[in-house]
């Protein structure tokens, strides 16, 4: 274990973005780092895969949800599974995972690919765009879609409006540590949007919540509203009340789209990137389905556009870091970790290690053929985490990506202007600036 100070790790990351631990830890060769940190104690930089998977199997029961991170989540994920810890976690977590359940999502698939057509009707050849506006808009609309069957424009266009102010406040947090350990009441403009935010979805979805429990069961949309709804515990027959099932739809809606959004913008830049990996995956998407829209039935034969998924979120992990926080002092290698310890998780360095992966910065879709995976030690490549608290939207997001992406490619190709910067601040590994693209159509062979 080394020891390295804040200023060290805060003038890394103002140069390199959320990219800062590849070097940082290939300095160090993979050593665990020590930063001494004023009032929280020690936070400690794991880049190890198999202590990082200790950290999150091993001591799941030891640790919980960082403090830091909690609060400024609180206030949008109020006490969801991804913030809530203990019993209460598991309780909700055994609930709601049938919800995931490889089955139940198929019949999400169809929504998904008809988004991306509504994208692929929209989209000119030629024209510049956002990208990273447009996955946003593409992966915001279907998990909208996904929870609540939005109908009406006018319904998404209001909590839309409501979701930018309060993620707005949760970036601004992102941007400056110091607020994180404000509370959400503290007399600040930025904080004042958030609120604003907060008021307008809660009641919405209220609304949303209110009508749909007066409708009759069999008439109930299919959706995960309906599905948080009717979700009963095997053994007590315990349902969740409308505050839980708040929290849990507020959990859905903000854990189920920057992630998905930021790893298609980088899809994009890596294909940009990489032509021979573009051919190979347009020869794949002619092959398979020659012009036509993609279905969860087409999935296990579309192979090769999986394995761009997995590149990138190797190289790309929109998760950079998992954090937690200690409760019952234990060893971390050699050294003792006192309760309130921060220790943070860095799969965006463990997925460069060379250790793992042979020319670890370089974009090869195809090192995931045969048993790559398998063979890989735990801990060397967890893009959705590890342990008890893996990501329960692990299948969706897989799902998701691999379908939006042979919609799109089959259609069209992405020119970057120049090659897009990792954001500078603490959150999904999205972009410093704008990702400003061409789009050139393409005709399918
Ligand atoms: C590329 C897309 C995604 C990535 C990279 C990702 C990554 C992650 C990671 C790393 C965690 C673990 C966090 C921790 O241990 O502290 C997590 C948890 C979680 N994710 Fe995802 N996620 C993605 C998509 C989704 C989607 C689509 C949903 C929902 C529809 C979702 C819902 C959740 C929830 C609810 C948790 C908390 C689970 C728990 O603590 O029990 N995620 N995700």
């Known amino acids: 274990m080394q020891t390295i100070s804040v200023q060290e790790v805060r003038k890394a990351l103002a140069q390199e973005g959320a990219l800062f631990p590849v070097a940082l830890s290939r300095r160090v060769a993979g050593a665990t780092l020590k930063i001494p940190v004023p009032f929280i104690g020690a936070l400690y930089l794991v880049s190890n895969a198999q202590t990082a998977h200790q950290v999150l199997t091993k001591h799941g029961e030891t640790t919980r949800k960082a403090q830091l991170l909690v609060n400024v989540l609180r206030s949008s994920f109020g006490n969801g599974i991804f913030t809530s810890d203990g019993a209460f976690w598991k309780r909700q977590r055994k609930l709601m995972q049938p919800t995931f359940h490889h089955g139940s999502l198929a019949q999400y698939a169809e929504r998904m690919v008809a988004h991306a057509c509504d994208m692929a009707a929209r989209w000119q050849d030629r024209a510049e765009v956002d990208i990273d506006a447009e996955m946003h808009d593409l992966t915001f609309g279907i998990v909208l879609d996904a929870l609540f069957s939005y109908q009406t424009a006018y319904e998404a266009e209001q909590i839309r409006r409501a979701m930018q102010n309060l993620s707005a406040g949760i970036a601004a947090q992102g941007r400056f540590a110091l607020l994180t350990f404000l509370p959400d009441w503290t007399p600040l403009p930025i904080f004042a ?133 200690v409760t019952e002092p234990f060893m971390l290698e050699d050294e003792r970790v006192p309760k309130g310890a921060i220790i943070m998780m860095l799969p965006v360095a463990t ?89 050139l159509r393409r005709a399918v062979r």
């Open 193 to 325: 949007r958030k609120r604003r935010g907060v008021a307008v979805v809660k009641r919405l979805i209220g609304q949303m919540v209110a009508a749909r429990r007066a409708q009759p069961t069999a008439q109930r949309p299919h959706d995960l509203l309906t599905a948080l709804l009717e979700a009963r515990d095997s053994a007590t027959g315990e349902t969740m009340d409308d505050a839980q099932v708040y929290d849990e739809l507020m959990t859905l809606y903000i854990a189920g789209h920057e992630t998905t959004a930021v790893l298609m913008g980088w899809v994009w830049a890596m294909l940009a990137q990489n032509p021979q990996a573009e051919a190979t995956l347009h020869a794949e998407l002619d092959a398979v389905l020659g012009g036509r829209a993609p279905t969860a039935a087409d999935l296990p034969q579309l192979t090769y556009t999986q394995r761009v998924i997995k590149e990138t979120l190797r190289l790309y992990p929109s998760a950079w870091f998992v954090m937690r926080e």
């Open 351 to 439: 997925h460069r290690d060379p250790q793992y992966f042979a020319e670890p910065d370089a974009f090869m879709p195809e090192r995931w053929q045969g048993d790559f995976e398998q063979r890989l030690p735990r801990g060397a490549y967890y893009p959705f985490g590890m342990g008890a608290r893996v990501c329960i939207g692990n299948g969706f997001a897989m799902m998701e990506a691999q379908l939006l992406l042979a919609t799109l490619a089959q259609h069209f190709r992405v020119q970057f202007r120049e090659p897009p910067q990792p954001t500078r601040a603490i959150g999904t590994l999205g972009f410093a600036h704008p990702v400003r693209v061409r789009l």
